[in-house]
């Protein structure tokens, strides 16, 4: 039996919470962020899917747009902080708050600081001396259930005390702490619980702390799941972008994990081809924290998921020493070409874009790289071996190389390759990472020219 929070009303306007036991729920659609493993959770079954995610009953975010990019890494760094700061916070309110208690008076067995200082106590204890990965999880996993089985008493007999909301809170803390670790193993109780008691706390009061901290447990859950899961389940990455986008609408307030999450889960998106999410997540970060240093650094991923449709803006120096501009190829269609010598995926594709290089020129084709090495040598050795006949953007300047060159800055790439198609006018058609995309685009846009410069 699962434990939740519920919220009555009362005919005075009090708020009551009551533990109950029930089902798994409804099953939900849980939606995506970025996996770099093997799909599996550690510790969970092996055949946990997306759809044991339950479907919580959340206002929808209005639509907006707009996003930079995320390694999986960063993704959980960057939203996790925040929160591990708040527990120890809260940990250490909770430990103080409990030897107030204990000096005052003997604390009476069953009562919410009694309940709060066997949590403690479970939390400082050791788990058994064994290499046995088995028994580990089974000891974490009764220890988890036991803190969740005391901080749910303690909640009930603090969520009416007005003089014991700070105690509420760290109930809460350690409630949801709990249900989080038991999620990320696979259990199913836990994963329910967590979105239920998101909804109940931001029903029972939406400015509360709590309600944020909760609505944070369950961003952060979707987070990591993405990460473990997201090349078999890319719904995971909208998952993700859900719970980031409706924790930055409920809670405004939240100027530093709200940032975090959104700009995580753009950059995640991103990654994978998902643009129409990344740009809604940049676009809530444009409108709703202008000022933070996360909107400062999405403003790249969010100018190039605006391209299409848009004249395309480069010009730099050449690796020979002088100077090239888009503007020099109108009348053409172009293909901006960023690259490195290293990269795998490009030397992968590189093939495919020499092939079409090759077939088209003669109607009107051209390409120009832009080298994202830091080294000019690695450069000249990679094009002894594989010529390309484009000019490429490379700066003298060191400081305007690998990931710092204006171009990249500028359009937030953060990955090569990526291929930028533009046609005759100058106007972008297509912004890829895979070769393979180009052609019918191409031969279309070569047709267009064709039929502009015949009229």
Known sequence: MRHRLQIYSIAAGLLLITQFGCGSGDTATP???????DGKLDGAPADTKLESVPKASIT????????PALTPNMVQTASLERDQRDLDDLDGDEASLADEEVKIQELKEGSAEWNVREITRLKVQGFPKTENVDELRAARTERNKKIIQLAMEAVKQTHADQEKQRLFAVCINHLLDAHLQLALQGDQESIDALYDHSESLFKRDPKSQSAADA????????NTSAQRFAKQEPRWIEEFVKQSRLFASRFPQESVRAP????AAAETSQLYGLNKQALDCCLDLESRFPKSNETAQVLGL???????????QLAGETIEGGFVSIDDYKGSVVLVVFWATTARPFIEQLPEIQALSQKYRKYGFEIVGVNLDLEEPAIDAFQ??????WRQIFYSSRDKRGWNNPAAVFYGVRTVPMLMLVDHTGVTELVTSEAKDLEEPLRSLLRKKTAANAN
């Open 302 to 312: 969010s100018r190039r998921l605006k391209l299409k449709g848009n004249p395309l």
């Open 215 to 222: 609505g944070f447990a369950v961003a952060k859950f979707a």
């Open 384 to 389: 002894e071996k594989t010529p390309l006949d």
């Open 60 to 67: 929808q975010v209005s639509q907006t747009g707009s996003g």
């Open 260 to 263: 975090q999450l959104l700009q």
């Open 31 to 37: 939606q995506a962020a970025g996996n770099h493993t």
